[in-house]
């Protein structure tokens, strides 16, 4: 292989992918966030708060993209949400070429894509790894979260692929529902391995 391994890190609300994303990094692991990067494009001096402004004028502000007003925009409105989709998918598509630049020497690197199954993201990923956990536990997570309710988490999970599917269509799964020693463990065999099979 001539680049690196690109796994693909995806699972539902309160699986724990944060939490696994966070040790793959700790095991060196050179890991691309996309929410992340969207954040920091849109965030104060972020290169996309100007044509932003521009399709969707009066969302910018001294503090970045008004994620609020910019949602009540795009909500339920197809086209606006492809023109927003627009602007934003190229600069995280740069943004990627970027990091596989600066980390084409790795044997391993991870691209973290929340909604991978849901948006069709998984296009050039070698595998892909679901992190997953028993339902009752998601739901315990996901509701403990500041200002969530059992109708919100209904409505998040609606629109996501299930859990079950997930797994089914994934090359690797790491359970969550676990102690984190063994999560831990999960993860540094999974990083071992690939390392093993793509040397560098």
């Known amino acids: 292989m001539s680049g690196p391994f690109i796994l693909g890190l ?59 007003a910019l949602g009540a925009r795009v909500f339920g409105d197809p086209a606006a949400l492809a023109r927003l989709e627009a602007i934003v998918h190229p600069a995280v598509a740069d943004e990627r070429a970027t990091f596989m630049l600066e980390h084409a020497g790795e044997p391993l690197v991870v691209f973290d894509i929340p909604l991978l199954y849901e948006k069709g993201h998984g296009s050039g990923l070698d595998a892909v790894v679901v992190v997953s956990a028993p339902g009752e536990l998601q739901r315990a997570r996901v509701l403990a979260r500041p200002g969530m309710t059992p109708e919100k988490f209904a409505q998040i999970l609606a629109l996501q692929v299930p859990d079950a599917e997930k797994r089914a269509r994934a090359d690797h799964v790491i359970d969550t529902g676990v102690t984190l020693a063994e999560t831990r463990a999960e993860v540094s065999a999974l990083v071992a391995y690939i390392r093993q099979k793509n040397p560098r």
């Open 10 to 68: 995806t699972g539902s609300i309160g699986m724990g992918k944060s939490a696994v994303a966070l040790m793959l990094r700790e095991l060196g692991v050179p890991v691309f966030d996309a929410d992340a990067t969207v954040h920091r494009l849109q965030g104060p001096g972020g290169a996309l708060l100007a044509p932003i402004e521009s399709a969707f004028p009066g969302t910018t502000g001294s503090g970045g993209v008004d994620r609020p």
